[in-house]
């Protein structure tokens, strides 16, 4: 009799699913239309055991729990649909379902042990429920397991009792997608991982896996105003959200107090585009605001809506809420889509956000200097300026740091050093435009398209083999974004550079970098967009000193503030982000922060009271080599 039970549970359930899936994806189908390339479903298991469980098995009793009781599910639903739902009924599958369901019962157990310490990142509510659910249906799995391999004949009550128990577990993995449930996320997850809008990231050439994606700038393509304007697979991908707050651990601006929970900003586009209010949210708030205030459906508006707008410009486009989101989803993409609606359509940033719009429209640069102000700090340096046809090994573009004078004293130091190594170098002076990387943050895709392809046509004029930068913003536009532009360039930054030299002995220090201890801050868009966290370290070695690393530091790295506009948009908060990152770099006892950017610099500059001295690697290298 229970076989039979079961076998009516598991088409049931089969239904059930069926359904909730349709039902989803209506919701999906409100989303614009995307170019999918369908081969990525067959790469579900690749991305879903190597790339997804790479992220997951940063936490190892997570990552255990979660291959018992995800491992113990698959295996068990797979032996159901074959031994119960063709009617096969062999001992020989049930010894193994038993083992499945034992499996599965472990981590639920295992989970169910950590949600009652959980930690604050973690949404309650239906979430605190689901180990225990999935617990039931373990136990329900390996009883009729044991039941198939003893023979034992139940009593129609306790036969019907084990099925309740078998259909109670299924029902909350069927019906899940449909009903918007906890375990909604295992279909739209394994979806998502085949349809990603960012397949980039699974590709062996990761070089645009953090690209933003170029607009058309035609009147439907001006960026997300409603979360309809969203592709259908990005509608998706927000679905796959386990609400485990990873990302809400790691946003700078949570941290600081600023009303931007990455978690909570998925959230809300889920509810949006099923036409909800968040009233049912269980984790936590944006802060400063409260839950219950935000709705939206699918062809509202999302700001001050569904979404408030300090939210959406209270990011820094750090990408440490992607880095450690386990479903490997977009955030960042998604706030700059929207942020890109507000600037182009509604043309509205706050704070300096717009007058830095303005100041890159009318001269080409973020403060309003005159181009020709770019290079006077190389006056004495005697290096050549690359003119219209001219030709050179190394040209060095020097970015918004060549306006401001403590940063002019790394680019002197570096200008030395790449002299002292004999290289043959020059500047673009004049001739270098801003890169575009702010007006792209703060939404202007007008704005870069404009920059990009006006800096693109001054480098086509001039000969030179490669392009270097000691800053992380124009590494990561030129590597990784200028290509979609038409400029296809050999761009390094100034560490993978001062590494190689060092490595080739063409620089020989004298010296120590420092007679003090040095922590090393990575830049978010070295580090995370631009995935080098390995040259700074070798340059810091290759000048006598040892790392003393932060906490959150390589690709963990936190981010100092400076990024994603956030220096013009000025949301406050609590605290600021700068101070957070220094109280990382006291806790190390060092009195030296390396660093190897200008945005970088600034912040952490910035930051008033005792604090350990801010230099560039730039500068430290210059030091070793007893360079005035």
């Known amino acids: 009799m229970l076989q039979h039970l079961v076998s009516a549970v598991f088409w049931l359930a089969v239904l059930g699913l069926a359904w909730g899936l349709a039902r989803r994806a209506l919701i999906w189908k409100t989303g614009r239309s995307s170019t999918v390339d369908l081969r990525g479903l067959l790469q579900i298991p690749k991305r879903y055991f190597v790339d997804l469980h790479d992220v997951v098995a940063r936490e190892p009793f997570v990552a255990r729990a979660h291959v018992g009781v995800a491992g113990g599910a698959i295996l068990a639903l797979a032996l159901v649909a074959l031994n119960y739902g063709l009617g096969l009924y062999w001992r020989s599958l049930d010894a193994v379902l038993l083992l499945a369901g034992l499996m599965m019962l472990a981590g639920s157990i295992a989970m169910a042990s950590r949600r009652r310490q959980a930690p604050a990142r973690l949404s309650q509510g239906p979430w605190s429920r689901l180990p225990y659910s999935l617990m039931l249906f373990a136990l329900a799995v390996a009883l009729v397991g044991v039941v198939a391999l003893t023979g034992t004949a139940l009593a129609p009550w306790l036969a019907g009792l084990i099925s309740l128990a078998f259909a109670a577990g299924a029902a909350e993995l069927a019906l899940g997608i449909g009903l918007g449930g906890p375990m909604k996320h295992a279909v739209a997850g394994l979806l998502h991982l085949g349809l990603h809008p960012r397949p980039e990231r699974f590709s062996a050439d990761k070089r645009f896996a953090t690209a933003l994606k170029t607009l058309a700038l035609t009147a439907d393509d001006m960026g997300v105003g409603k979360p309809a304007d969203f592709a259908w697979n ?4 927000f679905d796959a959200c386990v609400q485990c707050g990873k990302c809400e651990a790691a946003c700078p601006a949570f941290a600081a107090g600023q009303p931007l929970n990455p978690k909570k900003l998925i959230q809300d586009l889920v509810v949006g585009m099923s036409a909800k209010s968040d009233a049912n949210y269980a984790g936590s708030p944006y802060p400063g605001q409260k839950v219950g205030e935000h709705a939206g459906a699918p062809h509202l508006p999302i700001v001050n809506g569904l979404i408030n707008s300090d939210t959406l410009w209270s990011c820094t486009t750090c990408r440490a809420c992607v880095q450690e989101c386990p479903m490997l989803i977009e955030h960042v993409d998604a706030i700059v889509d929207m942020r ?3 600037t182009l359509v509604g043309g509205v940033v706050p704070n300096k956000g717009m007058e830095a719009l303005e100041q890159l429209r009318d ?3 973020v403060g309003g200097f005159p181009l020709t102000a770019r290079h006077h700090w190389a006056a004495d340096l005697n290096v050549p300026l690359l003119d219209v046809g001219g030709q050179t090994d190394w040209l060095v573009l020097v970015g918004e740091g060549g306006f401001d004078m403590r940063y002019q004293r790394t680019l002197r130091a570096f200008i030395k050093t790449l002299q002292k190594a ?24 007008a704005g870069f398209q404009r920059l990009s392809q006006r800096l693109i046509a001054t480098l086509k004029t001039r000969g030179f083999l490669h392009i270097v930068t000691p800053d992380p913003h124009i590494f990561h536009s030129l590597k990784n974004e200028y290509p979609a532009m038409g400029g296809i360039f050999d761009v390094w930054h100034h560490t993978q550079l001062l590494a190689e030299l060092l490595a080739k002995g063409q620089l020989q220090p004298t010296r120590a970098g420092s007679l003090e201890a040095v922590t090393y801050h990575d830049p978010c868009y070295l580090g995370r967009y631009g995935r080098e966290v390995d ?3 070798a340059v810091l070695k290759g000048i006598g000193i040892k790392v003393v690393e932060m906490e959150r530091s390589r690709e963990r790295g936190r981010c100092c503030g400076g990024g994603g506009g956030a220096p013009f948009t000025d949301i406050p908060g609590s605290t600021r982000i700068p101070d957070i990152r220094i109280a990382d770099a006291k806790s190390t006892g060092a009195g030296i922060v390396a660093v190897a950017c200008p945005n970088c610099t600034a912040m952490l500059e910035g930051v008033v009271g005792p604090r350990p001295e801010v230099l560039d690697i730039a500068e430290l290298t210059a030091h070793a080599l007893e360079l005035a």
Do not use: F, V, Y
Not at 234 to 237: H, P
Not at 422 to 443: M, P, S, Y
């Open 422 to 445: 004999g290289l043959k170098i020059a500047l673009l002076g004049a001739a270098e435009t801003d890169c575009g990387d702010l007006a792209r943050r703060l939404g202007d895709e």
């Open 234 to 237: 990005k509608l998706l991908s």
């Open 340 to 342: 890109r609606h507000m």
């Open 535 to 537: 040259a700074p370290r």
């Open 363 to 365: 001269t080409d640069t």
